[in-house]
């Protein structure tokens, strides 16, 4: 089991970054991808970057390439989301997500195993 808990959302001028960062507990989470998906009114919850166990794989959204950076620190249990050059489009519930998957570097949601409670972004303009 692996529970997870956002923080280091709010709001942001155009231009402008955040950090997120998702807390694990559980005793397995060095053995899971970790995941950030977001959900923005109206739309599906779409894939934003994917990490590996060790961190030395990652995948990123096009949307968000160049712009955010998915890291994390398997001795503080957490993964994070440097997100710099914020658009409003990037306005969303930001969740966190741990996949304990076959596939490599999970990008669907249906891969994730567990999930957090999310953390909301909104970009100004």
């Known amino acids: 089991q692996v529970q997870l808990v956002e923080s280091g959302g709010g709001l942001v001028q155009a231009g402008g970054s955040l950090r997120l960062s998702c807390a694990a507990s559980?005793?397995?989470?060095?053995?899971?991808?970790m995941g950030w998906f977001r959900q923005a009114p109206g739309k599906e919850r779409e894939f934003v970057a994917v990490?590996?166990?060790?961190?030395?794989?990652?995948k990123y959204a096009d949307s968000v390439k160049g712009r955010f950076t998915i890291s994390r620190d398997n001795a503080k249990n957490s993964v994070y989301l440097q997100m710099n050059g914020l658009k409003p489009e990037d306005t969303a519930v930001y969740y966190c997500?741990?996949?304990?998957?076959?596939?490599?570097?999970?990008?669907?949601?249906?891969?994730?195993?567990?999930w957090g409670q999310g953390t909301q972004v909104t970009v100004s303009s």
């Open positions: 990490i590996s166990w060790g961190g030395g794989s990652i």
């Open positions: 559980g005793r397995s989470f060095s053995r899971h991808y």
């Open positions: 997500a741990a996949a304990n998957a076959v596939a490599y570097l999970p990008t669907g949601r249906y891969q994730y195993d567990y």
